[in-house]
Nanobody, 124 residues
Framework: QVQLVESGGGLVQAGGSLNLSCAAS????????MGWFRQAPGKEREFVAA????????RYKDSVKGRFTISRDNAKSTVYLQMNSLKPEDTAVYYC?????????????????WGQGTQVTVSS
């Protein structure tokens, strides 16, 4: 089992920044690729960003490219999502997830463990 706890969400004005963290415990963190997903009210949960187990490969949803950066620190068992130039349409609950395939996946079904989520609200 892997336990994931997100933090760092909050209320920010458009154009502002937030840095989300996801702390993992349980099994060896470097055994997992990690992803960030988000879910806005009334919408499906969608892929935002993912990072391979080593951190050498990343992938992003088109609408966040150039604004969001995913990174990880395997020594701290933590994955991060730095979000800059935030827009009102980024408002959602953000979830981190762990994927035992160790490679980047954008589909939810590949992820084995999920956190409880952290709310991000961007005001216009």
């Amino acid at each position: 089992q892997v336990q994931l706890v997100e933090s760092g969400g909050g209320l920010v004005q458009a154009g502002g920044s937030l840095n989300l963290s996801c702390a993992a415990s349980g099994r060896t963190f470097s055994n997992y690729a990690m992803g960030w997903f988000r879910q806005a009210p009334g919408k499906e949960r969608e892929f935002v960003a993912a990072i391979s187990w080593s951190g050498r490969s990343t992938r992003y949803k088109d609408s966040v490219k150039g604004r969001f950066t995913i990174s990880r620190d395997n020594a701290k068992s933590t994955v991060y999502l730095q979000m800059n130039s935030l827009k009102p349409e980024d408002t959602a609950v953000y979830y981190c997830a762990a994927d035992a395939t160790r490679t980047i996946q954008i589909e939810r079904l590949f992820y084995d463990y999920w956190g409880q989520g952290t709310q991000v609200t961007v005001s216009s």
